[in-house]
């Protein structure tokens, strides 16, 4: 599975942004899939996921109401819709899969994480 995440760059306080992952391989659409981010000199944090049918999603508690992860099997594709954006939401953006397949109950775990992409870069300017 290879993951490719784009969608970032600067944006205001208060703006939206839309990150989206195109996944390769058939079998994505049996995998949970996550959203992580990191900011300068900080670890890797959960931001959310979704389950491999959609119907089960998670999210950082900070994030919940401001952020919206969903899927498009049939495109093979995972997107991250954020808004009411603030600059401590500055960070590299990863998408990434859970091989587990089938399982309904996505993880906030970094180590559940099986593949990852290359990183969108997020700037929130005040």
């Known amino acids: 599975v290879q993951l490719q995440a784009c969608g970032g760059g600067l944006v205001q306080a208060g703006g939206s942004l839309r990150l989206s992952c195109a996944a390769s391989?058939?079998?994505?659409?049996?995998?949970?899939m996550g959203w992580f981010r990191q900011a300068p000199g900080k670890e890797r944090e959960f931001v959310a996921a979704?389950?491999?049918?959609?119907?089960?999603?998670s999210y950082t508690d900070s994030l919940k109401g401001r952020f919206t992860i969903s899927r498009d099997n049939a495109k093979n594709m995972v997107y991250l819709q954020m808004n009411s954006l603030k600059p401590e939401d500055t960070a590299v953006y990863y998408c990434?899969?859970?091989?587990?397949?089938?399982?309904?109950?996505?993880?906030?775990?970094?180590?559940?994480?099986?593949?990852w992409g290359q990183g969108t870069l997020v700037t929130v300017s005040s």
């Open positions: 979704i389950s491999w049918s959609g119907g089960t999603t």
């Open positions: 391989g058939r079998t994505m659409r049996m995998f949970t």
């Open positions: 990434a899969a859970d091989q587990t397949i089938l399982t309904a109950t996505p993880q906030q775990r970094l180590s559940a994480y099986d593949y």
